[in-house]
C-alpha cells in the first residue's frame, strides 16, 4: 500500500479488468448465475488504480464496488454483454484482467413471460455456449499488452492453470484452488498460485484478497518493464 501510494508505476497505463459472475436469463424472472462476489477482480481494480493506471472495470451483477476514483466501471448482467463492453476496450488496453466468473452456457431461449410449472415432473433447459471472452480477445491482442487471467478449479488445479495459459494466450494465470481453506468465493482472503510463460510457479500465502491483489499488481507491473 505504501509502495504504490507513493510511487505510481502505471501512471499513463491503461487497464481493463473484468470481474464478478454474468447472469443469464430464462424468463423475466429467473436466471442461471454462480457464486462469485467480484471480490477479488474490484481489489485488482483498485489495485491496478493505486498504482497509477487508467482502469476500466467490467463488472457482473454484485452489490460490490470499486473504490478508488480512478476506476471506471461499466456494469452489464450477461456474458454477451460483458464480452461487448471488454472488446469496446480491449486492443487501447496496456494491461487486461480477466478476473469474471463468466457462465460458460446461456438458455437457447428466454421466454419474455414467466415460464408457468407444468403438469410433469421434469424440465429440461436447453443452454448454448457463450463466447469465451479471454480466449477470443486473447487471440488478437496486441503486442506489448500484458494478459492475465483466472483459474478456479477443484480439481487437477496445475494442469488446468497451465492449459488456460497456453491455450487462452496469457502472460500469467492466477490459480485458485475451491479445496484450500479461506480462499474462493465470499471470503475475505485467497489463496492463490501465479504461473507465468516462462514456467515460474509462484505460490502465495492465505492472504487478504487485497494484498493478493497487491501481489499481482506488483507482478503485472514488472510484466510492463516498470519498477
Ligand atoms: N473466461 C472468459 N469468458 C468465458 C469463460 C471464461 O473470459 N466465457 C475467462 C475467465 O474470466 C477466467 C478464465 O477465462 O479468466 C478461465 O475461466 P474458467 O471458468 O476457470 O475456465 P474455462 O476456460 O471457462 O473452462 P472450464 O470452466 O471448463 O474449466
Ligand atoms: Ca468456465
Given at each position: 500500500?505504501?509502495?504504490?501510494t507513493?510511487?505510481?508505476?502505471?501512471?499513463?497505463?491503461?487497464?481493463?479488468?473484468t470481474?464478478?459472475?454474468?447472469?443469464?436469463?430464462?424468463?423475466?424472472?429467473?436466471?442461471?448465475?454462480?457464486?462469485?462476489?467480484?471480490?477479488?477482480?474490484?481489489?485488482?481494480?483498485?489495485a491496478?488504480?493505486?498504482?497509477?493506471a487508467?482502469?476500466?472495470l467490467?463488472l457482473?451483477?454484485?452489490?460490490l464496488?470499486a473504490t478508488?476514483?480512478?476506476?471506471?466501471?461499466?456494469?452489464?448482467v450477461?456474458?454477451?454483454?460483458?464480452?461487448?463492453?471488454?472488446?469496446?476496450?480491449?486492443?487501447g488496453?496496456?494491461?487486461?484482467?480477466?478476473?469474471?466468473?463468466?457462465?460458460?452456457?446461456?438458455?437457447?431461449q428466454?421466454?419474455?413471460?414467466?415460464i408457468?410449472?407444468?403438469?410433469?415432473?421434469?424440465?429440461?433447459?436447453?443452454?448454448?455456449?457463450?463466447?469465451?471472452?479471454?480466449?477470443?480477445?486473447?487471440?488478437?491482442?496486441p503486442?506489448?499488452?500484458?494478459?492475465?487471467?483466472?483459474?478456479?478449479?477443484?480439481n487437477?488445479?496445475?494442469?488446468?492453470?497451465?492449459k488456460?495459459?497456453?491455450?487462452?494466450?496469457?502472460?500469467?494465470?492466477?490459480?485458485?484452488?475451491?479445496n484450500?481453506?479461506?480462499?474462493?468465493?465470499?471470503?475475505?482472503?485467497?489463496?492463490?498460485?501465479?504461473?507465468?510463460?516462462q514456467?515460474?510457479a509462484?505460490?502465495?500465502?492465505?492472504?487478504?484478497?487485497?494484498?493478493?491483489?497487491?501481489?499481482?499488481?506488483?507482478?503485472?507491473?514488472?510484466?510492463?518493464?516498470?519498477?
Amino acid at each position: 500500500q505504501q509502495y504504490f501510494t507513493s510511487h505510481q508505476p502505471l501512471k499513463g497505463k491503461k487497464a481493463l479488468v473484468t470481474a464478478g459472475p454474468t447472469q443469464e436469463p430464462l424468463d423475466p424472472v429467473r436466471y442461471i448465475s454462480n457464486h462469485s462476489s467480484g471480490k477479488m477482480g474490484i481489489a485488482i481494480a483498485d489495485a491496478l488504480a493505486t498504482a497509477g493506471a487508467d482502469v476500466t472495470l467490467v463488472l457482473g451483477p454484485t452489490h460490490l464496488s470499486a473504490t478508488h476514483p480512478g476506476v471506471h466501471t461499466l456494469r452489464v448482467v450477461t456474458a454477451a454483454d460483458m464480452y461487448n463492453r471488454s472488446a469496446d476496450h480491449f486492443a487501447g488496453s496496456n494491461i487486461v484482467v480477466m478476473a469474471a466468473a463468466v457462465a460458460d452456457y446461456r438458455p437457447k431461449q428466454v421466454a419474455d413471460i414467466k415460464i408457468k410449472k407444468g403438469a410433469g415432473d421434469e424440465l429440461t433447459l436447453e443452454l448454448e455456449k457463450n463466447t469465451d471472452i479471454l480466449r477470443t480477445l486473447g487471440a488478437q491482442r496486441p503486442a506489448g499488452q500484458v494478459l492475465v487471467g483466472f483459474s478456479l478449479e477443484t480439481n487437477n488445479e496445475k494442469e488446468y492453470a497451465l492449459k488456460k495459459l497456453h491455450e487462452k494466450n496469457l502472460d500469467l494465470v492466477v490459480m485458485n484452488s475451491l479445496n484450500d481453506a479461506g480462499a474462493g468465493f465470499n471470503h475475505d482472503t485467497n489463496k492463490v498460485t501465479l504461473f507465468d510463460r516462462q514456467g515460474n510457479a509462484r505460490e502465495l500465502p492465505l492472504k487478504s484478497k487485497k494484498e493478493v491483489a497487491e501481489d499481482i499488481v506488483k507482478a503485472i507491473t514488472a510484466m510492463t518493464g516498470q519498477q
